[in-house]
Every structure is written in C-alpha cells, then in structure tokens.
C-alpha cells in the first residue's frame, strides 16, 4: 500500500508564502500523476493544481499566477508552493498520487495523504 504524508501547513498572515511537501513510500513502481486538493469547511474537495510524470500542470483559476506545483528530483515527492495568499485559501489541503506498485503484473493505486490545515489570517 501507498502511503503519502504532508507537511508545511500552519497559520500566515494574507500575503504571505507557504510551500507544501509531499512524500510517497511504499513499494511502488512509478506515480504518473500528482496533485493537491483542498478542502475548506462546508465545501466539495476540490482540486488545486495537478502534473503528470511529463511535466505538464494545470491549476485552479483560483490559484493561477500565485501557486506551483512541482515534483522533486526524488521520484516519490512533490510540493506546491503558494504566495500571495488570501483569507479564502484556508482549507485542509491533501496530497494525491496515482500510478502503479510492484506486483507480477502492475497494479493501479490512487493513494491520498492525511491533509494538512493552513490557515490565512486578514
């Protein structure tokens, strides 16, 4: 099983910065694709920013020109960095990873992390 555990999270004041980390372990073979998601209270998930192994991302309009995501030279993590922060960014926000884990033959896993509380102040 996939395991993801992220970090970084805590309070900043509106405008600040604040980088996520995101790491996967367990006995996987490749993760095609990563993103974050959020979640504030009494609101649907919803997806943030996303990569696939190429390279390619895409954001939220929410968050476009203040966020970045990226992926580590370490193959299993990821991070997204974010500035200029509103009030309206506070939420959980959760790492997601999907790909493959070793096995005769490949099996998919689609694995999220615990989540990780920030808090933007006014």
């Known amino acids: 099983q996939v395991q993801l555990v992220e970090s970084g999270g805590g309070l900043v004041q509106a405008g600040g910065s604040l980088t996520l980390s995101c790491t996967a372990s367990?006995?996987?073979?490749?993760?095609?694709?990563m993103g974050w998601y959020r979640q504030a209270p009494g609101k649907q998930r919803e997806l943030v920013a996303g990569?696939?192994?190429?390279?390619?991302?895409n954001y939220a309009d929410s968050v476009k020109g203040r966020f970045t995501i990226s992926r580590g030279n370490a193959k299993n993590t990821g991070y997204l960095q974010m500035s200029s922060l509103k009030p309206e960014d506070t939420a959980v926000y959760y790492c997601?990873?999907?790909?493959?884990?070793?096995?005769?033959?490949?099996?998919?896993?689609?694995?999220w992390g615990q989540g990780t509380q920030v808090t933007v102040s006014s």
């Open positions: 997601n990873a999907q790909g493959f884990i070793y096995t005769h033959r490949a099996t998919p896993f689609d694995s």
């Open positions: 367990g006995s996987i073979f490749s993760i095609n694709d």
């Open positions: 990569i696939t192994s190429g390279g390619s991302t």
